[in-house]
C-alpha cells in the first residue's frame, strides 16, 4: 500500500529557532500534498495545499511567511516553521495525493515542542 | 458550505459492546466522498474507508460496519463486539467531487472512543 512518510517524528527546539518537517511519498508520485495542524483533542486543521513545482496555497489565518512550504520533487515536501515560538506547538500532519487524484495517504505526524 | 458533525465527544464503553459513531454532514453537491479515519494514541491517521455519494449500500469489515443514509446526511460508524484496541479518535470526514478526483479533506472534531476492559 502507499506509504507516507515524516521526519522527524518528534522535535523540541528553542523559540526563535526555525525547524523542518519533511513529507514523502516512498512508492508513489503525488503532485499535491497537505500540512494539516492539530491541536491536543481537536480536529485537524488544513493549513495548505502544497503543489509540486509552484507555491502552496494558503488556508485563511495561516501565516505564509512562518510556515514556509517547499515542494521541490513529486515525493517530498517541507514545512518550515520559521521564529518557533510556543504557541506553534503542534502536531502537524502531512498527507499526499496519489496522482490519480483519489486516494489521500497520512504520515505519521510529527509532534512539535517549542519551549 | 461543507461541513462535518460529530456530535458525540467522548463514548465510553465496555468490552464487547456495540457501539455506534455518528457522523452527520452537510453539503451541496451531488459527488462527494466520505471517510472514516482511526487516530490511535500514537497519532497516525488510519484509513478506514472511503464512499462515494452514489453507493448507499451499507458496507460489513469484520467488526465494523457503516450505514450510509443520504436522506439523512448520515455516515454511522458501528463498532461490533469492541475492543479495548479500539480505543481510539475516530474522524468522520467529507470531500467534494470534481471530474474523477476529490477536493480537500474537511473532518468532523472526531469522536474519543474508550474501550474498557
Known amino acids: 500500500g502507499a506509504v507516507v512518510s515524516q521526519h522527524p517524528s518528534r522535535v523540541i527546539c528553542k523559540s526563535g529557532t526555525s525547524v523542518k518537517i519533511e513529507c514523502r511519498s516512498l512508492?508513489?508520485?503525488?503532485?499535491?500534498m497537505f500540512w494539516y495542524r492539530q491541536f491536543p483533542k481537536k480536529s485537524l486543521m488544513l493549513m495548505a495545499t502544497?503543489?509540486?513545482?509552484?507555491?502552496?496555497?494558503?488556508e485563511q489565518g495561516v501565516e505564509k511567511d512562518k510556515f514556509l512550504i517547499n515542494h521541490a520533487s513529486l515525493t517530498l515536501s517541507t514545512l518550515t516553521v520559521t521564529s518557533a515560538h510556543p504557541e506553534d506547538s503542534s502536531f502537524y500532519i502531512c498527507?499526499?495525493?496519489?496522482?490519480?487524484?483519489?486516494?489521500?495517504?497520512f504520515g505519521p505526524g510529527t509532534r512539535l515542542t517549542v519551549t | 458550505a461543507q461541513k462535518v458533525t460529530q456530535a458525540q465527544t467522548e463514548i465510553s464503553v465496555v468490552e464487547k459492546e456495540d457501539v455506534t459513531l455518528d457522523c452527520v454532514y452537510e453539503t451541496r453537491d451531488t459527488t462527494y466522498y466520505l471517510f472514516w479515519y482511526k487516530q490511535p494514541p500514537s497519532g497516525e491517521l488510519v484509513f478506514l474507508i472511503r464512499r462515494n455519494s452514489f453507493d448507499e449500500q451499507n458496507e460489513i469489515s469484520g467488526r465494523y460496519s457503516w450505514n450510509f443514509q443520504k436522506s439523512t446526511s448520515s455516515f454511522n460508524f458501528t463498532i461490533t463486539a469492541s475492543q479495548v484496541v479500539d480505543s481510539a479518535v475516530y474522524f468522520c470526514?467529507?470531500?467534494?467531487?470534481?471530474?474523477?478526483?476529490?477536493?480537500?479533506?474537511?473532518f468532523g472534531k472526531g469522536t474519543k472512543l474508550s474501550v474498557k476492559p
Open positions: 470526514a467529507f470531500a467534494a467531487g470534481y471530474g474523477g478526483s476529490q477536493g480537500n479533506l474537511i
Open positions: 498527507s499526499a495525493r496519489d496522482n490519480r487524484g483519489h486516494e489521500q495517504y
Open positions: 512508492d508513489f508520485q503525488a503532485t499535491t
Open positions: 502544497s503543489n509540486e513545482g509552484s507555491k502552496a496555497t494558503y
